[in-house]
T-cell receptor, first 115, second 112 residues
Framework: KAGVTQTPRYLIKTRGQQVTLSCSPI?????VSWYQQTPGQGLQFLFE???????NKGNFPGRFSGRQFSNSRSEMNVSTLELGDSALYLC??????????????FGPGTRLTVL | QQQVKQSPQSLIVQKGGISIINCAYE??????FPWYQQFPGKGPALLIA?????SEKKEGRFTISFNKSAKQFSLHIMDSQPGDSATYFC???????????FGKGTKLSVIP
């Protein structure tokens, strides 16, 4: 079974631009979560989608948004980029088990650099 | 507010030794405690996880010890190998939640 895939793997943008990152979950997984990883703040939860609905959102400004499509693929968008948005953006997918699984499987991430 | 405190920040262990990483959490509503392993340039990979109804879980050389009353859990890597050199993250989440709260990570170096 293929793992979580993320595109693109690397991205360079300038301040003020916007960016869209894409995530394809493991086949059969309906939940997709996004995380931001930086050396200073570590791994921080952005938001989670299940069946095209945002179920949970982390403490990030409104410039960060996302969506999920009917095939469970997800995109996240960052508008008006700031230097501090430079980070590794990770997507994780999950399935449901009888106990309501929390297990999440991460993709390789998209490395975003804002100049 | 840091809800998950992980220590140490870095760890150097000789090949064959035991690596021990500790985490402490605050929210008693957490009921899922995974450990992730991350190599440079890769996403975190789920290593092992535990729920609070057991005090220990072992998978191969990796063991999680869980102390509910102390709100602490730890990862033990037995017979540590150079290939185990990576950054390890503990995490927590609530019942049925997909929002993981991560510790700051421990960079493990296993020297021959």
């Amino acid at each position: 079974k293929a793992g979580v895939t993320q595109t693109p793997r690397y991205l360079i943008k300038t301040r003020g631009q916007q960016v869209t990152l894409s995530c394809s979950p493991i086949s059969g997984h309906r939940s997709v979560s996004w995380y931001q990883q930086t050396p200073g703040q570590g791994l921080q939860f952005l938001f989670e989608y299940f069946s095209e609905t945002q179920r949970n959102k982390g403490n990030f400004p409104g410039r960060f948004s996302g969506r999920q499509f009917s095939n469970s693929r997800s995109e996240m968008n960052v508008s008006t980029l700031e230097l501090g948005d430079s980070a590794l953006y990770l997507c994780a997918s999950s399935w449901m088990t009888s106990r309501g699984s929390n297990e999440q499987f991460f993709g390789p991430g998209t490395r975003l650099t804002v100049l | 507010q840091q809800q998950v405190k992980q220590s140490p920040q870095s760890l150097i262990v000789q090949k064959g030794g035991i690596s021990i990483i500790n985490c402490a959490y605050e929210n008693t509503a957490f009921d899922y405690f995974p450990w992730y392993q991350q190599f440079p340039g890769k996403g975190p990979a789920l290593l092992i996880a535990i729920r609070p109804d057991v005090s220990e879980k072992k998978e191969g050389r990796f063991t999680i010890s869980f102390n509910k009353s102390a709100k602490q859990f730890s990862l033990h890597i037995m017979d540590s190998q150079p290939g185990d050199s990576a950054t390890y993250f503990c995490a927590t989440s609530g019942a049925g939640s997909y929002q993981l709260t991560f510790g700051k990570g421990t960079k493990l170096s296993v020297i021959p």
